[in-house]
């Protein structure tokens, strides 16, 4: 298994890139996020790697982040999702994105990206949830600011799913304070 590439970036043809390494040049498709930030051709690039092994091919993926790899992994393992349609998602939302999508149960959010439907967006909400990487946070799927990480870890604390403390920070204004912010988010969650 090819895990990492480390060389010189030859070529940049979206979706697909050449890296050269110790005189081998590697195509490697990747997905935007990881398209964008990658230096001018003839300069050095590392890129995390997933290859996948076809009767008729071997293709290298490249991944920028671990984040993204593994979100790149956890797609590969749902029924109907192949690597192209992978390599959509991940360039039509960040990893972040994804999450949040997962997490509050938008699977409209997801039908926007080319290749997946109303039955594929439902299967990834269905799926992915609990599976993304480690490294994205309820609190930062629901809100970026610490006020609201600090809602939604007590909603958290009191019971409720990350789906419902999500749902329960987004109808809280910036502007309250955390205890106020944490009553508004309780006054929301009791309503039918």
Do not use: W
Request: contains cysteine; aromatic residues 4%.
């Amino acid at each position: 298994m090819i895990g990492r590439i480390e060389g010189t970036l030859v070529e940049k043809n979206f979706p697909q890139v050449i890296v050269s390494c110790n005189g081998v040049g590697y195509e490697i498709d990747v997905p935007m996020s990881t398209f964008y930030p990658l230096p001018r051709a003839g300069e050095k690039v590392t890129l995390l790697t997933h290859l996948v092994v076809r009767e008729d091919a071997h293709l290298l993926y490249g991944f920028i982040s671990a984040g993204e790899r593994a979100a790149f992994r956890q797609l590969l393992k749902i029924s109907g999702v192949g690597p192209k349609v992978a390599l959509s998602v991940l360039s039509g939302l960040s990893v972040d994105d994804l999450a949040e999508a997962v997490t509050s149960g938008d699977s409209a959010r997801l039908q926007k990206v080319p290749g997946i439907g109303k039955k594929t967006a439902e299967r990834l909400v269905l799926e992915l949830r609990d599976k993304l990487p480690k490294t994205i946070g309820v609190a930062r799927a629901a809100d970026a600011s610490a006020a609201g990480s600090d809602v939604v870890n007590a909603l958290l604390a009191l019971g409720y799913n990350e789906r419902e403390a999500a749902a329960a920070v987004k109808q809280v204004p910036a502007e309250l304070q955390l205890p106020d912010a944490i009553r508004h988010a309780l006054k929301h969650l009791a309503k039918p």
